[in-house]
């Protein structure tokens, strides 16, 4: 079936620094999000992206924290600088309207 | 802040036995209420959903129970096995924004 991929798996830096998380949607899906999650702890919603621009973001998604999609390629979360607090699974999903996001396998952030 | 009310908080049933889980919301601008589980290590997947227009969804051994008055929805697991020992999430999208909010999640275990 369809599968939203995620890249990479993990990604280890130290605070400070920028980290780039990348997201390929299912080709057909139109509206992107991302998600942190700790320790298998509440998914907690960050930001959802369609047509080009940010629907919605909550207060997690930190002015150290942007979004884009340029030109139909992978869809990014760009964090800088990062901070240690940022430590967390990220996981993006997509979907097409009125149905429920697929999820990527989620990038592991450790931030030293 | 959009949430969704996910209780218990754990769950033990024994093999055989039928698993509720309850969650509510108070949004009317949801509009849609999918579930899913996630194993240790794994991302969320997702379960079955149902809109405000059904009080009822059925597949397989999981149904959820909808009352759209009292904005409460439940998932019964019925005939439970210890394979559905697992995180299971509630969650609620937002009719205008697309957004997806997450309850906090119950973690069933099914004992033999």
């Known amino acids: 079936g369809p599968k939203v991929l995620q890249i990479p798996s993990h990604q280890i830096i130290d605070m400070g620094q920028m980290v780039t998380l990348n997201c390929d949607p299912v080709s057909n899906h139109l509206y992107f999000y991302w998600y942190k999650q700790i320790l298998g702890q509440q998914m907690e919603f960050l930001v959802n992206f369609y047509n080009g621009k940010v629907m919605e973001k909550s207060k997690l998604f930190k002015d150290q924290f942007s979004v884009e999609r340029p030109d139909g390629s992978y869809f990014t979360l760009k964090i800088q600088p990062t901070a240690l607090e940022d430590s967390a699974v990220y996981f993006c999903?997509?979907?097409?309207?009125?149905?429920?996001?697929?999820f990527g396998e989620g990038t592991r952030l450790s931030v030293l | 802040q959009q949430q969704v009310r996910q209780s218990p908080q754990s769950l033990t049933v024994w093999e055989g036995e039928t698993a509720i889980l309850n969650c509510s919301y108070e949004?009317?601008?949801?509009?849609?209420f999918p579930w899913y589980h996630q194993f240790p290590g794994e991302s969320p997947a997702l379960l079955i959903a149902i809109r405000p227009v059904s009080n009822k969804k059925e597949d397989g051994r999981f149904t959820i129970f909808f009352n759209k008055r009292e904005k409460k929805f439940s998932l019964h697991i019925a005939d439970s096995q210890p394979g559905d020992s697992a995180t299971y999430f509630c969650a609620a999208k937002d009719s205008n924004t697309n957004k997806v909010v997450f309850g906090t999640g119950t973690r069933l275990q099914v004992l033999p």
């Open positions: 999903a997509s979907s097409l309207d009125s149905q429920a996001p697929l």
């Open positions: 949004d009317s601008t949801f509009d849609y």
